[in-house]
């Protein structure tokens, strides 16, 4: 990777058993941890940043703001946690990973930002804890490595690990909103809903203006990932010195028009790059970046890379999820034997349910799994209490569902891998993870968490913001734009809305991907093209998470009864 964050708990020793310190940009070295960063835009403002005194050092390694606009962030906790301690972290905003030795051989630790939004994978097999940004890297330090079967169902099913797994059982995550210590895990509790009464609309389009104004400080030239939808264009609307937008999709795509559309009404340049081979394919300039745990098929951009000519990338992910409720369970009528959203909460939600739809789960493609591999599980019963299994661990963090609901979706996150490709090749804003925005979430209740808060916040901040609306949701009404959705699918005269993205099958036979990524699997060519573009994703990481100790699955081959 062009930007990566590793280390060990112990002396530049232990850190030479692993990596050589050519590898990094900086190596630091004290009583507690030794750690590595590579990283060209070290001590941008906004960015990675590294500071060390007599009494200890920091590195914070991605999008990083210090609560007093201190220019090296990393100086700011290193001298803060000095006497405030952990609470320190509580005060930091950005999207990061921050390593902090304080001088003292047990003073060490590990943090991400509340929400995980950058992972930081670690192991204790090697007889030393060694952690890092790079899931491959940290793997390849396990001596006998074992291949995690039921993180790789989970992901070969639902398209994510959940919680702290990954595809090798000895490799973890570190917990959503904790840190890692020489000897423990230890919670923070910064991401902790608690509900209260105030103006949600005011209080979010303020904290919108300050979360934005806050990352227009990124340098160099600067370009936004740009839908029709509703997340992005608030960004093109606040940071006004955006030079282009990208969309990928068909030049004549409803999608592509409306994002045209809100670039001229921004005076933006816009790109569309066409959903050819580039869009599917999933090269190790992809993989890498799924660390295993998550599809790659999110790097919707990732082909087109090298047209992409910007210092600093905004994008919306993860917006609906933190501002307009897409975790949380909606109530429904019944149209026509088709289940259509009212946009009130459902009172008496199934999470199970609620979240295998979230996932993006089929039933009937997991069966088809199961009979061509030798899993020998029954697939509805594994994810039902894997997911409930992962409910349960959340529940700390929330006392009602439709919280519970949100946080397992937040700490599971499908797309981030998104973010993880964008921010390797630019300085990369993340506005969800703004730490205002982030209490904003935790103390707004979920029947305010919703597009039309959402929408009213951003009203406030540009009157024109919704001048062009998405093309699929003409009106202000959830329940008249999922209607008129259905009838236009159902009427031969009327054209349907076009969905946002390219469609995986056609590509995926366009460009015959079956022989060229599947050749050996034949028995695996009739599943849907994401489940095989899941597989594809495995074997490739597994292969360059475990290098020589690559060891066969059994599990994928087909069962002895199709033998022959």
Known sequence: MNRELFGVFGGIEAFGRFRSGDEFDEVLTGPAI????????????????????????????????????????????????????????????GSYVAVLDDGTSDGGFVATDPVRSRECFYTDEPGVRV??????????????????????????????????????????????????????????????????????????????????????????????????????RIILSQVTDIDHSYTVGAPNAQEVQGAKQLADQYGASHTAFPPDERYLRPDESKIRYSNGIKESLHIHHAGYTDEIDVDTMYHG???????????????????????????????????VEVLLEKFGYS??????????????????????????????????????????????GIANQPSVPFHNHLSDQFITSFLATDRELIEWHLQTPPAHRTTDTFLQACEQLDDEILRYRPPDRPYDSTLLNEIEGFVRRKTPLLPAFQPPWPDRETLFEQYGFDQRLLSDMAYVHQLPARHKLRLTDLRGWLERGLGPKKQPLPWLTPPESSVG
């Open 34 to 93: 030794t750690v590595g960063i590579r990283d060209a835009d070290l001590g941008t403002q906004g960015w990675s940043a590294q500071y060390a005194s007599d009494d200890g050092y920091c590195v914070i390694w991605g999008e990083i703001y210090a609560p007093d606009d201190s220019a090296n962030a990393a100086r700011w906790l290193l001298e803060r946690y000095e006497t405030d301690g952990r609470d320190a972290l509580s005060a930091l905003n």
């Open 131 to 232: 952690f890092g940004t790079d899931a491959a890297e940290v793997s390849r330090t396990i001596t006998e490595p074992t291949v995690n079967r039921n993180g790789i169902l989970e992901f070969l099913h639902m398209g994510v690990t959940l919680g702290e797994k990954t595809a090798i059982t000895e490799l973890h995550r570190l917990p959503l909103d904790s840190r890692l210590t020489p000897a423990s895990v230890e919670s923070l509790d910064r991401f902790v809903y608690q509900p209260r009464e105030f103006d949600y609309a005011g209080e979010l389009a303020d904290r919108l203006e300050r979360a934005l104004q806050r990352r227009s400080v990124l340098p160099g030239r600067k370009g936004v990932l740009l839908s029709a939808g509703y997340d992005s």
């Open 317 to 351: 992910l993860l917006s609906d999820t933190f501002f307009r409720g897409h975790f949380t369970a909606q109530d429904t009528v019944d149209v026509l034997d088709k289940r259509i959203p009212t946009g009130r909460l459902d009172p008496d939600p199934d999470p």
């Open 363 to 408: 039933r009937e493609a997991s069966l088809e799994l199961a009979d061509r591999t030798s899993f020998d599980v029954d697939p509805e019963a594994f994810v039902r209490e894997a997911l409930a299994d992962e409910i349960d661990s959340r529940r700390s963090h929330a006392e009602t569902i439709q919280n519970t609901l949100t946080c397992v």
